[in-house]
């Protein structure tokens, strides 16, 4: 894949791009292809023609309750202006001698982020600028350990290399401080790695799931396919030097906090069972939350005589051709696996326990045409500009609809807006299935939208079931034997293959790793399976223990993962600096203010439907508790996280040798 950043500022004009202009037809393919909320934008940064985003040209980005509308939604006729207005700007742009305008100042630059995102308030700007990725690499620290503090070094262990890893190793190094990551697997890229199943693929908008410093123009799908997002997360630890850091096929077993020198132990094991100890200031786990498949509990699970399996740990030396195969499971990963082996397979018994709800996506699995994907390689500020659009269309998303009104009262929705979006969503089901009234009075959910996480739907998940080898079972699996699957109503269904599509343990953060805090307090008796951490970053009793997407910082429909653990990173180091200001040893969050946050995060649960709701999903923990997604809308985490409030924090003091001597 290309580099994974944006052509910078066009001083020199990118060859690609002076090919473009010199190509009339090439050119207006291009233009046609473009998303104009993005390309006008992004015309006006490079020539500096600001009646490019005139009013009368700006997407109005409605809020509509099942989809996302084409080309910002703005009216065909306007679209056509837009288009002659563009390709008039590239012409004089080129007829001109490819001058680029300089660098917008900060003024411009808030009227080109209004054009695409509305009259929002200065709060935003910000965040949108570091979406921007403007100026370039905008969220790095800034400050290294040794203009902080001259002489002391900072060693920290950071346990995990997939997306939340990565960013975290690649700040620290920015900042001078000495960076181990310890990576269970032989590869970076964390689920994207492990996820190897057929069909995996990205379900948010591809150019929003990259890293701010590290944007890729030219992404071949809207949502790309897994190999295409491993390939990027690789190219990224590749391009900014990372893998030196990473010690692979080390799995953490603990981590040991000593009270007396305020330094961590940390023991990982090797594939050999060899135990290697690492000693650090501080510990930053970017171990995830769905990355330790979960098995059904269900009898006779081990007895089943041929191959079993779950989708995270995908056979490939399993050829499923011409077999007859069971599914368990209908979320994200069946979702994805049942239409990409119906072809090949004899029959596919699929087993549903709950339905998802499925959103239209016409364009889930549809290239970028190739017309488009030439624009981004060679227009300087495109990629960055069509990134922000669909930053900005998922920033709030479908939250809206998901929020709780108290006095709605309704069986399966939490608000008018809700329902709205409900029935919008049962009548694309009734397309679907209509032909079909078996199939779809077992596909319609009984549970608001929302409350679980949604599928993409182009078509291809109805098409699966409706084939005549496919059966999908929603009675209560009792049993598995040795040859198949046995339900509540005492059939076996005899297959050869079993597909565990069953998710993952994310509630058990940490786990398996035994971690030991101040005092000699164990991380997951103090959590007794209830996981909570201040800003999903800190833990009371655990100085210098830093978790990136930890606890409630999971979305279900808002934003962006990855700017999530973004800000966390930029976070843990703002409290290292202020650390290393104040020659302390460690910084611990005060339990005041973890508990006010976690009653507030709760509070903000039970406002949404997935807090309310009671049906099944891998946001709630055993306690019934919403422990593993964030609540509110995406700016709050950019306000309450980026800048450490340093009154939230306790900074123990650094003892000398001697008083270690007497300790
Ligand atoms: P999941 O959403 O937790 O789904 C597990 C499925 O297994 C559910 O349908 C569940 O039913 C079913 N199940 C569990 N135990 C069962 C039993 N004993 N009998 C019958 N059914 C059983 O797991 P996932 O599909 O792996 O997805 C997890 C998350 O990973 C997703 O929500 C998403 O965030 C992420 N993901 C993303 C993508 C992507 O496109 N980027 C793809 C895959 C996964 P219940 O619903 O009744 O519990």
């Known amino acids: 894949m290309a580099t994974p950043t944006v052509p910078t500022a066009p001083s020199g004009v990118p060859d690609e791009l002076a090919a473009l202009l010199a190509d009339d037809d090439a050119l207006a393919a291009a233009v046609d292809a473009a998303e104009m909320p993005a390309l006008l934008p992004a015309l006006a940064h490079l020539t500096g023609e600001l009646d490019l985003v005139d009013d009368a040209l700006r997407p109005p980005l409605r809020l509509l309750p099942d989809r996302v509308e084409p080309q910002g939604g703005m009216a065909p006729e306007v679209v056509a202006a837009a288009r002659e207005r563009a390709l008039a700007a590239l012409r004089r742009f080129r007829d001109s001698g490819m001058v680029a305008a300089p660098e917008p100042a900060t003024a411009t630059l808030r009227r080109l982020m209004r054009f695409v995102a509305g009259d929002v308030g200065d709060e935003y700007l910000p965040l949108m600028a570091h979406e921007l990725g403007l100026p370039d690499d905008v969220g790095a620290p800034g400050w290294t350990v040794d203009e902080v503090a001259p002489g002391r070094t900072l060693d920290v262990v950071v346990v995990g290399a997939g997306m939340s890893g990565l960013v975290t190793a690649h700040r620290l ?115 995830g939350q769905l990355n330790r498949p979960k098995l059904p509990d269900v009898p006779g699970r081990d007895s089943f005589a041929g191959p079993a399996f779950h989708t995270a740990r995908w056979r490939h030396d399993v050829d499923l051709t011409g077999r007859r195969v ?92 809700n329902e709205a979006l409900r029935r919008a969503l049962v009548a694309n089901l009734e397309a679907r299935f209509g032909d079909r009234p078996d199939l779809l009075a077992k596909v319609v959910p009984d549970y608001p939208p929302g409350a679980k996480r949604m599928m993409r739907d182009n078509g291809v998940w109805a098409a699966a079931l409706h ?120 910084v611990e969050v005060r339990p005041e203010a973890h508990d006010a946050y976690n009653a507030r995060v709760d509070a903000g649960s039970a406002r949404m439907a997935w807090g309310v709701a009671t049906v099944n ?45 007497r300790a």
Do not use: K
Request: net charge negative; with cysteine; aromatic share 12%.
């Open 173 to 287: 190094t920015q900042a001078g401080v000495g960076v181990t990551v310890l990576e269970r697997n032989d590869d970076v890229g964390g689920v994207w790695l492990e996820n190897g199943y057929p069909g995996a693929r990205l379900d948010t908008a591809n150019f929003a799931y990259s890293y701010s410093f590290a944007q890729r123009p030219d992404w071949p799908h809207q949502f790309s396919a897994r190999d295409d997002i491993h390939d990027y997360f690789r190219s990224v630890a590749d391009a900014f030097d990372l893998r030196r850091l990473v010690r692979f096929g080390h799995e953490v077993v603990a981590a040991e906090y000593d009270d007396a020198t305020a330094r961590w132990t940390v023991t990982a094991r090797d594939r050999d069972g060899t135990e290697v100890v690492l000693d650090a200031d501080a510990v930053i786990s970017a171990t």
């Open 326 to 417: 069971a599914v368990i499971g209908t979320g994200a990963s069946a979702y994805q696996v049942v239409p990409s082996i119906v072809d090949r397979v004899a029959s596919l018994t699929v087993f549903q326990r709950t339905p998802p709800w499925m959103a239209p996506t016409p364009t889930y699995h549809a290239p970028i045409p190739e017309p488009a994907r030439a624009l981004a390689r060679a227009l300087p500020h495109y990629p960055r500009w069509l990134r922000f659009l669909q930053f900005w269309t998922s920033v709030d998303g479908r939250r809206p609809f998901m929020e709780v009104d108290p006095d709605w009262d309704h069986p399966v929705s939490v608000s008018a807006r």
């Open 467 to 586: 084939r005549e080898h496919v059966a999908l079972v929603t009675d209560a699996i009792t049993e598995v034997t040795p040859t198949g699957v046995r339900t509540a109503d005492g059939a076996e269904h005899q297959v050869d293959v079993v597909v565990y599509a069953t998710g993952f343990h994310a509630e058990e953060f940490l786990a398996p790793i035994t971690v030991r805090g101040r005092e000699g307090r164990d991380l997951h008796a103090q959590w007794g399976g209830d996981a909570r951490a201040h800003l999903g970053v800190h833990v009371p009793g655990f100085p210098n223990l830093f978790c990136v997407y930890g606890p409630n910082t999971g979305l279900v429909i808002n934003g962006s993962i990855l700017l999530f653990s973004e800000i966390a990173v930029h976070h843990v180091l703002g409290l290292l600096r202020e650390l290393l200001e104040r020659d302390a040893a460690a």
């Open 617 to 661: 999903s891998w946001y709630r923990n055993a306690a019934g508790r919403v422990s593993q997604v964030w609540p509110f809308p995406l700016l709050d985490y950019w306000r309450m996280v980026r800048e450490p409030d340093l009154a939230e924090y306790a900074f123990h003091p650094r003892r000398s040798a001697e008083q270690n001597a």
